[in-house]
């Protein structure tokens, strides 16, 4: 058996962090269905796609999301991607990795800040080396071994970089792949405009910034700050969408978790 097939028979789990995006997780799932049923090379791919929605009134926890995705799944998976639900793969590969492993390259770079009104500011891009957002591969023992994502940042902003501190601070590489996906557009919540239509950041990012700059004074901080101390109840796990195709599983799930 070549390497190629070894790497299709790795189990995927996508997490997709979620709560009151209504319409844009309806156009993700329906494109996604789609795209890892006919996609030339992912459709060979056993994938298990979760959706993983906040259901508290507490602020959006990204981080924590992410975790229960992997501890949820943990006895199925053997590498992890996060992938925002408004980020849709068009060109993308989402196969294996002993790496981590950036998804994308076009797409998520100079949108605009708030498209619900008239400013004139967009989000620019990072550099790539500087970024692990919106569409990210760990494989198990990496994700493991960083101790997932931190569970402390609420709001907006900080908890991407976290992992890539955690990962850079263990010497690990990040590699990079060609992925061009479509962005469902959106508010930005990491900023604010303005009446002098000025952007500045919003309160839960500057918060955030502080929290970071703290934790990573002593590099050791994630250690006790990952998948090893989430506390959180499953509140419901429902099955939306499940076919064999290509001799590989495809499975669509919708858990509610609280934390």
């Not at 605009?112 to 990072?126: D, E, L, Y």
Request: hydrophobic letters at 35%; a neutral charge; aromatic letters at 14%.
């Amino acid at each position: 058996m070549s390497l190629l097939d070894v790497n299709f028979k790795k189990k995927l789990l996508i997490v997709v962090p979620y709560r009151n995006r209504d319409q844009q997780l309806k156009i993700f799932q329906y494109h996604t269905k789609i795209y890892f049923n006919e996609d030339k090379l992912d459709k060979h791919l056993n994938v298990k796609l979760c959706i993983l929605e906040q259901a508290n009134d507490k602020p959006f926890n990204y981080g924590r999301l992410c975790n229960a995705g992997f501890l949820i799944n943990e006895d199925y998976l053997d590498y992890i991607v996060i992938n925002n639900v408004d980020f849709l793969p068009m060109i993308a590969d989402y196969s294996y990795s002993d790496s981590p492993m950036l998804l994308i390259k076009h797409g998520h770079n100079n949108l605009p800040m708030r498209p619900s009104s008239n400013s004139k500011w967009i989000v620019k891009g990072s550099k790539r080396e500087n970024f692990f957002g919106n569409s990210v591969l760990l494989p198990k023992h990496i994700f493991k071994k960083v101790n997932g994502y931190s569970n402390s940042y609420w709001g907006w902003g900080y908890e991407d970089t976290d992992l890539k501190k955690r990962i850079d601070v263990n010497n690990i590489e990040i590699k990079y792949r060609d992925g061009f996906f479509s962005p469902l557009l959106h508010d930005n919540n990491g900023f604010k405009i303005t009446d002098k239509d000025e952007a500045v950041p919003s309160e839960s990012s500057i918060k955030n910034k502080k929290l970071y700059d703290e934790k990573w004074a002593n590099n050791e901080n994630y250690i006790d700050d990952g998948i090893n101390n989430l506390n959180y109840e499953i509140k419901s796990n429902e099955e939306i969408y499940k076919n064999l195709r290509n001799n590989a599983d495809f499975e669509i799930r919708h858990i509610k978790v609280d934390f």
